[in-house]
Structures are given as C-alpha cells and as structure tokens.
C-alpha cells in the first residue's frame, strides 16, 4: 500500500491529531497548579504597552537628534551658499531661528581660535580639530562633564573661498524624550554599557502632593538603573539578527523585563528601545550613538483567577470521546467493510466459490458486495440454484440475480443501500463538529465583566498625548524651517537663487509636498516640487499654520513665513498628507485620527475621508469634554467603554494640542481607540485560544474526511458503478484500478472476474457479439434467495 493512499492513513492520521488536539487543549486551556501564573497576575498586554512606551521614547529622541542635526547642517549650507558673514552673524541668525542649544560656537580651525560664542561654554577641548577631516570626523559625539553631566557636541563647516575655514559647534542636554509619562512612570537614556545619561519621573511629592513618597522616589531610581543595566545586553544586539524576519513593528530592538515583586503586591515593568532608524537595518547620525530608551513603571499584580482551571480537562477529556466516536464509526463502516471486500474479492479470484460473499450494511460497499456475490452465482464451478457446485450454463447463468447472504430481505437491502459512504462522513464531521462548534462560538467567553487593567487606559492615555505632541512639534518644526528660508532670501534675491534654496530645503526635509514664495499680489515668484494648490493665489487669514481645501479628496495643511523686506510676500509650505499620517503608526493604540475643532478629520493611521465625523457618538462626547480646560490649560483624558450594544468593550483617549509654537492655533485634538479584545488579557486570551482549539478541530475534521473521500468515497462511488454494470452482463467494459490501495484491488479483482466470465463464454461456443449483449438479470422481485 502506498504511504499516503488506502482507507487507513486518513483514519490515523485524523486520530492521532485528535489526539494531539486533546493534549494541547489540556495544556493550553486549563492549569491544575494552585495560584496565579504569571499571564494572570501581570498580563502580556501590560508588558507590551511599556514597550510600546519605550519604542515611542525612542522615535521622539532619534527624531529630536536628527532633526537637531540636519538644522545645524542645512543652515551651514545656507550660509556656505551665500557671500561669506562674520561669526558673530551667522550664531545670530541661528539663534533666532532656533531655540534648541545651550551653547553654540564658531571657531576657526587652522589655528584653533574661538571667532564667536553663545550660551553656556562648549567644551572646545573635546574636539581634535587635526582629525575633523577623517571619516567620522565630524559626527555629533556625546562628552561627559566633570560635573557628571552629558552634552551633546553638533559639528558643521562653514567654507568660503579666499577664507580659512570654520566650524560651527552646538551644544545642548541630552534631555529626555518628550513623552508623556503620567504621575508614576519614569524614562531614562541609557548608552551602551547601561549607564543612566538622562532620567526624568516618576513626579516628586512637590508635584504631586500625596501619591509619591520621598522613599519611594529613590527606590523608583535604583531599580530604573538596575534595569538599565540588565536590558543593556540585548539593546544593543543587531536588529537584523535578532528580530524576526517580516515581523514588523519597531525597527530596532526593544522589549520588556520585570523586576521582583514588591511589598504591596506590585512590580516594576520596564520597556526598553534602542534608537533605530525609520527602515530596518538603516542608520542615522542618531543611531550611531549607541543609546536607547528605558521607560518603568509600578503595577499592580491581579489577584483573582480568571475562569475555570478545570475548562482545558473538561475540554480535552470531551474531545477524546467525541473523537473516538468518530473514529469508531469511520472504522467499523468504512474501512474494516472496504478490507472485508478486498480478502472476498480475492477469495473469488481464486476460485473459491462455496461460501457466499460477505455483504457490508451500508452504502457503497453493500453495492460492491451485492455484485460480487451475483457474479460468484455466475462464474463456471459456482452454486446451483438448488444448492449444489457444479458447471454453469449460460442459461442458468443469465438467471441469477442478486441476492445477499442469509436471506436478507428486500426492504433491508435498499434501507442499507440508501446510506451511502459520503452520509458516514458526514456522520463523522457532524460528531466533531458538536465538539468544534461551541468551542468557537459559545464556550470560555470574555464577556462584558472581562477585567481591563487601569495601567492600559492610562497608557492609552500617555502614549495619545505622546501622539498628539509629537505631531504637534512636527509641524511647529516645519514652521520653523520656513521661517530659516525666509531669514535667508533677501529682497535681492533672484528667483533662481529663490529656487533653488527651495529646492535644497525640500531635499532635507521631505515633509513638503511644495515649497513656493508667494508675493502680495498672489503671484508665485519661485517654487520647488509639486504645483503650488493655493486658491486664488492670496493667503487667507493671518495664522502661521491653516487647513485648506474643505470639500475636496484631501486636507491641504500649509505654512506660512513671512519674507522680510518683500511688501508682504510670504515663503508657503504645503505638508504632505502622507507625511502628517506617518506619525500615527504606532503600534498598540488601534486606530487614530486627528480631529479639527469641529470634530471632522484631517488625519488617520488607517483609512478615512477627509473632513468626515468620527464614527461614533461616545467618541465625540470624548472629544467634546477633553477639549474643556482643567485649570489654565487642556489635559488628555482616557476612559474605558462597557457598552454590549455596540461596539463591546472598548478603551479611547483623547488629547488636544496643549503646547506652543505655529501648530497651536489649529485647535487639533488626536484621538485613539481599540477594542479590548485586541489586547493581550488573560480572557480573551483564554477565549482565543479557546476558538483556535474549535478551529484546530474543525480544520482537522475537513482535511482528513476530505482526504478520505478523494482517495476512498470518491473512487469507491465509482466503482460500484462498474461492478454492477458487470455484474448486469457487461463483459467488454474493461476495470482499470486508478490507485494502488483497497480500492484499486478491488478493482483488479473485478477485472479478473470479467476476464473469467468472458472465457467462460468463449467454451461454451456463444458468438462474441451474442455473448457481449447478453441482457442483465431479472428485476429484483424475481430474485431467487440462495440458501446459506
């Protein structure tokens, strides 16, 4: 028999995975041991959300630096494109663009001399000026005061012909990212070997005026440093090696780690991320310092079971009965009748014609029995009518019928032929399916009483309003840089010269879709990327920052800077749609919008209609009600959804730009939400892993009755076709056996048996024509029983 064909493999093979099933349901959804595990008493969701934390900490720091850097670069390139000023000039200038340094310097690098400074001093000493032109030369580089503290040391040349060249040197905290981190949480920046460069949180009792001890503050440092140097080791391995292909996601390495549980009955949860660049296995001058992003914070554990220990035996044990039923019935009436058929086939095939033929009860394999015992009455030496053995005559040939042994009647042979071998798998799957099918649908549910951890709506909380700020400065950055352009164009600039400074600036930032200078008259003086999609021509209104084109396919968010010494023109920036919704991508938030002051959207992580409402009403009373100031100012709000009539349980977070800079003016509100059963929480894991044993169950029962029903029903159906038509008096037809399994040798048994009833004929001297239309037997009714 051939390994994958035959009525046995398929039987097996759905056995042995039934079984298998049945341990992985014991396994998977109960447990035994008294207390809690650990997925119960801090779920996986937590875990994820602290680092989800730390991935966003990192993304804001790797963006900060950079976009830091690329500042200190392109204005060096500005000025190097233009007629060479003092040093006194260009920090001028750049501090009044640009409020991000503590310190800035220029010096001249042929003789080391200090031209201009300032801020807080930069510690010149710490850059080897003969070494600026090798590789590397003039990456930015951390130094470390003898204070204790870090700075962080931005290097860019300034070059005019006919002069020496300078270097313009910046220097500034290595501050914290700027996220959100709520009352309790504390973030750090950590390099390579786990040193603590920069900390922040969680809020001292001066800030928060009763939840946080003093004792409390202290303990919080220590263990955020002794995770720190735990998680250093596996920050700091290569992306490449140590993720998973296709995994998505950050595209660093980041990941979480607990510490030991404390005398309240709660436990550190840390998240950590090193920087990375926005493509896996890129770089940045970010990334080369080696940092990452440590966040922690305290959580409760859970002290109550959720569900019954017991479900994964009561499971496992109800499968092993169902599927031996199953597996039972498939046994005793489709494979050991298909074997019977085969030992009888071959009994007539060598001539053993006494006993009568074994008929099965049910199905096509009745079929099959009827005709093998119609054509032993017919071979030459079979039994006589009467009960003796003896030679056959074609007469006494053409007038047996079928018949089955014992005298069977009527009525029960065609009751047995009704039940076909397809109604028994049917059987069969329907028996697995009374397992299956609760098992997906109604077992081991959440439902509305699922617990919901009040760390995840707080996350849900921190992490939106993280969002919402990192979108904010987005735009307050962008802002920025068309105000550095217009410092830069002055009113003799020509509109080349206007172009192509354009052009550089929408290179390094690709966050334009086009960049143009609008005069006061509406005409377009100069432009860089795509055609300017002002209306009329003229600007609207006197904010930095507005919203264009309500009523068409996509909101048009444009800056305006005005150029000094132009009458009124203006350098416009039109930010790239794209752009402002690839800063909603995180992972771990659902879905997220950004809403005007009217609630209508102008930005989504997933897909959407510009200026369209959000999709419900709960939704905008979130909105509404975050947007009412406590205090002097906004604050962002997280709640949690139990409402079984529409969406189930669900966890929202609303918050409103709250900072300054150009963006505030545009009254947006970033909004997030998900449902509960996406997250990692012990009930509805339980219940998905519940619907994937149901699934698993399912899957099983249709591969292997499939499987069955084209290597034996399918084949089976066909061949009782044929063996009745031979046994009707059909001898030219020819029985080829398609496979080599108990079908196939049936079918070789069958060709066989013609072979002899057509030489039977042959010596007995009938004409081949005669002998081939020889008509079939007598109808049922005129059956004549043979005697057992």
């Known amino acids: ?122 510690p010149l000493l710490a850059i080897d000026l003969a070494s600026l032109s090798d590789e590397g030369g003039l990456a930015p580089r951390l130094i470390r005061l003898e204070n204790g503290e870090t700075r962080l040391l931005i290097l860019a040349l300034l070059s005019w012909d006919g002069l020496p060249q300078q270097l313009l040197i910046t ?34 009792p001066e800030e928060d005026d009763a939840d946080t001890p003093d004792a409390g503050v202290g303990r919080t440092e220590e263990q955020l440093r002794a995770l720190a140097e735990r998680s250093a080791g596996t920050a700091g391995q290569n992306p490449l090696t140590t993720r ?56 409760p554990e859970n002290t109550s079971r959720t569900g019954d220990p017991l479900f ?20 005793g009436t489709v494979q050991r009748p298909l074997l019977r058929l085969v030992v009888e086939s071959r009994r007539l095939t060598r001539g053993d014609l006494t006993r009568p033929v074994t008929v099965p009860r049910f199905g096509e394999a ?37 018949t089955s042994t014992g005298g069977t009647g009527t009525g029960k042979r065609l009751h047995g032929r009704r039940v076909g071998a397809r109604a028994l798998l049917a059987g069969g799957g329907i028996l697995l399916l009374i397992w299956s099918a609760p098992m997906m649908l109604l077992l081991n549910r959440a439902g509305d009483t699922a617990v919901v951890p009040q760390q995840l709506v707080n996350d849900q909380r921190d992490r939106t309003d993280t969002v919402t700020d990192r979108v904010r400065r987005a735009l307050n950055e962008g802002h920025a840089d068309l105000r550095s352009v217009a410092t830069l164009i ?45 209306p009329g021509g003229k600007r609207t209104g006197t904010e930095p920052i507005t919203v264009l084109g309500e009523g068409s396919k996509e909101p048009r968010i444009t800056g305006y800077a005005e150029l000094p010494g132009r009458d009124g023109a203006s350098v416009v920036g039109e930010f790239r749609v794209d752009f402002l919704n690839s800063l909603l991508k995180r992972p771990g938030l659902g879905q997220i919008r950004i809403v005007d002051a009217e609630r209508r959207t102008v930005g989504s992580n997933t897909g959407y209609r510009a200026f369209q409402k959000l999709p419900s009403s709960r939704l905008d009373s979130l909105v509404e009600a975050t947007g009412q100031k406590v205090g002097l100012s906004t604050r962002p709000s997280g709640v949690l959804f139990r409402d079984s009539d529409s969406d189930g349980i669900q966890i929202a977070a609303a918050a ?26 012990p009930e509805y894991s339980a219940q998905n892993r519940t619907v994937l044993a149901g699934l698993l169950g399912v899957t099983a029962a249709a591969a292997c009755l499939g499987w069955l029903h084209i290597v034996v029903v399918r084949p089976l159906r066909e061949l009782a076709k044929q063996a009745e038509t031979l046994a009707d008096g059909d001898r ?57």
């Open 244 to 299: 998973e292909p296709g995994s998505g996601g950050y595209p660093g390495v980041s990941g979480s780690t607990t510490g030991s549980t404390l005398i309240g009955g709660e436990r550190p949860v840390a998240g950590y991320a090193a920087l990375a660049a926005p493509e896996t296995g890129g770089s940045t001058d970010a990334t080369g310092l080696g940092l990452f992003v440590i966040t922690m914070v305290t959580v």
């Open 1 to 122: 028999m051939p390994l994958l064909g035959g009525v046995r493999p398929p039987i097996a093979v759905l056995a042995a995975l039934l079984l298998v099933l049945s341990g992985l349901t014991a396994l998977g959804l109960g447990r035994t041991a008294p207390g809690l595990s650990d997925a119960e008493a801090l779920p996986e969701a937590v875990r994820l959300s602290q680092q989800h934390f730390a991935e966003d900490g990192a993304i804001a720091l790797r963006a900060s630096l950079d976009e830091s850097i690329t500042d200190l670069e392109r204005t060096a390139s500005l000025f190097n494109a233009g007629g060479p000023v003092t040093a006194d000039t260009v920090l001028d200038k750049l501090g009044s663009v640009y409020q991000k340094w503590r310190g800035s310097s220029v010096v001249e690098i042929k003789s080391g001399k200090l031209l201009a400074a300032r801020g807080e001093n930069v």
């Open 171 to 204: 220097s500034n905290s290595l501050n914290v990212p700027g996220v959100s981190l709520g009352k309790f949480r504390a973030i750090a920046v950590a390099d390579a070997g786990g040193t603590v460069l920069s900390s922040d949180g969680p809020q001292t």
């Open 656 to 681: 409103p730009f709250a900072g300054g800079g150009a963006a505030k003016s545009l009254g947006w509100t970033v909004v997030s939400w998900q449902p509960a059963s996406a997250l990692a929480i």
């Open 312 to 331: 994964g035996l009561w499971s496992a044990a109800a499968l092993l009965v169902v599927g031996a039923l199953a597996v039972a019935l498939l046994l």
């Open 732 to 788: 030219r037809t020819v029985l080829y056996p398609r496979h080599h399994d108990e079908v196939g040798a049936i079918a070789r048994s069958l060709e066989l048996l013609r072979q002899q009833l057509q030489e039977q004929r042959r010596r007995e001297g009938a004409p081949p024509a005669l002998a081939d239309s020889t008509p079939g037997p007598p109808a049922l009714s005129h059956a004549r029983p043979v005697p057992s």
């Open 490 to 534: 002055g009113d003799r600039t020509t509109p080349a010269d206007m172009a192509k400074v354009l052009e550089r600036t929408r290179t390094e930032h690709p966050r334009y879709r086009s960049l143009y200078v609008l005069s006061a008259d509406g005409s377009v003086l100069a432009t860089a990327g795509d055609n300017p999609r002002h």
């Open 366 to 402: 009745r079929r099959v029995g009827d005709a093998l015992e119609r054509l032993r009455l017919q071979l030459p030496g079979g039994p006589t009518p009467g009960g003796g053995t003896g030679a056959r005559t074609g007469t006494g040939t053409d007038t047996c019928t079928r």
